[in-house]
C-alpha cells in the first residue's frame, strides 16, 4: 500500500510566462497614465471646458492624416461618421455600452490616440482640467503666491514716498 500512495503523489508546476517584452520600462506613460489622459480630456470636454472641432467632410476627403485616422465610408457622411464613433468608444470607456476588458482597453487607446490626434491638429479649444484635486489646488496656490507678489511690487512703486527737495541756501 505504502508503494501505491508514493506513486500517486502529484507535483503542481506553475509555469510563468516571460513578459512577451519589456516595453514597459522604455515607455514614457503606462497603463494608467493613459487612462488618467483619457479620464480627464473626457471629462473636460464633457464638462463643456473644451471644444473639439471635428474634422468635415470635405477636410475629411483629403489626404491628410486625420483622413487616416478615423474610419470613413463613402456611402455614409465621413463628418457624422467620426462623431458617431468618437461618441461610440466613449459609451465603450464610460461603461454604458457592454464590452469586453480587451474591447474597453481598445477602446482607451483609440481615445487617447484621438486625443493625440486632436491636440497635434490643433483641434482642441479649453483647457483639459485635471482630475487630481491636489494637483489644481497647489496651482492655484502658486499662482495666488505669484500674484500677491505682483500687487506688492505694484503698490511699493505707486505708495514710495517721494523724495523731498530741499529749499535753496541763500
Same mark, same amino acid.
Do not use: C
Given at each position: 500500500m505504502e508503494n501505491n500512495s508514493q506513486d500517486k503523489k502529484l507535483i503542481k508546476v506553475t509555469i510563468k510566462r516571460k513578459s512577451e517584452s519589456n516595453t514597459d520600462a522604455l515607455t514614457l506613460f503606462d497603463e494608467t497614465d493613459i487612462r488618467k489622459f483619457v479620464t480627464e480630456f473626457v471629462s473636460s470636454w464633457i464638462r463643456g471646458d473644451i471644444i473639439i472641432r471635428f474634422p468635415t467632410a470635405a477636410e475629411l476627403a483629403k489626404k491628410t492624416p486625420l483622413?487616416?485616422?478615423?474610419?470613413t465610408d463613402p456611402s455614409v457622411n465621413a463628418e457624422l461618421k467620426i462623431k458617431e464613433h468618437y461618441v461610440d468608444l466613449l459609451s465603450v470607456v464610460a461603461g454604458i455600452k457592454q464590452a469586453s476588458a480587451e474591447e474597453? =482597453?481598445?477602446a482607451v487607446s483609440e481615445v487617447f490616440k484621438m486625443l493625440l490626434m486632436f491636440r497635434s491638429a490643433n483641434r482642441i479649444e479649453g483647457k483639459i482640467f485635471s482630475n487630481d484635486l491636489q494637483k489644481r489646488v497647489e496651482e492655484? =496656490?502658486?499662482?495666488q503666491i505669484t500674484q500677491g507678489k505682483l500687487v506688492e511690487q505694484i503698490t511699493g512703486f505707486l505708495f514710495k514716498p517721494k523724495a523731498q527737495k530741499k529749499a535753496p541756501t541763500i
Amino acid at each position: 500500500m505504502e508503494n501505491n500512495s508514493q506513486d500517486k503523489k502529484l507535483i503542481k508546476v506553475t509555469i510563468k510566462r516571460k513578459s512577451e517584452s519589456n516595453t514597459d520600462a522604455l515607455t514614457l506613460f503606462d497603463e494608467t497614465d493613459i487612462r488618467k489622459f483619457v479620464t480627464e480630456f473626457v471629462s473636460s470636454w464633457i464638462r463643456g471646458d473644451i471644444i473639439i472641432r471635428f474634422p468635415t467632410a470635405a477636410e475629411l476627403a483629403k489626404k491628410t492624416p486625420l483622413s487616416f485616422a478615423f474610419p470613413t465610408d463613402p456611402s455614409v457622411n465621413a463628418e457624422l461618421k467620426i462623431k458617431e464613433h468618437y461618441v461610440d468608444l466613449l459609451s465603450v470607456v464610460a461603461g454604458i455600452k457592454q464590452a469586453s476588458a480587451e474591447e474597453v =482597453e481598445n477602446a482607451v487607446s483609440e481615445v487617447f490616440k484621438m486625443l493625440l490626434m486632436f491636440r497635434s491638429a490643433n483641434r482642441i479649444e479649453g483647457k483639459i482640467f485635471s482630475n487630481d484635486l491636489q494637483k489644481r489646488v497647489e496651482e492655484l =496656490e502658486k499662482t495666488q503666491i505669484t500674484q500677491g507678489k505682483l500687487v506688492e511690487q505694484i503698490t511699493g512703486f505707486l505708495f514710495k514716498p517721494k523724495a523731498q527737495k530741499k529749499a535753496p541756501t541763500i
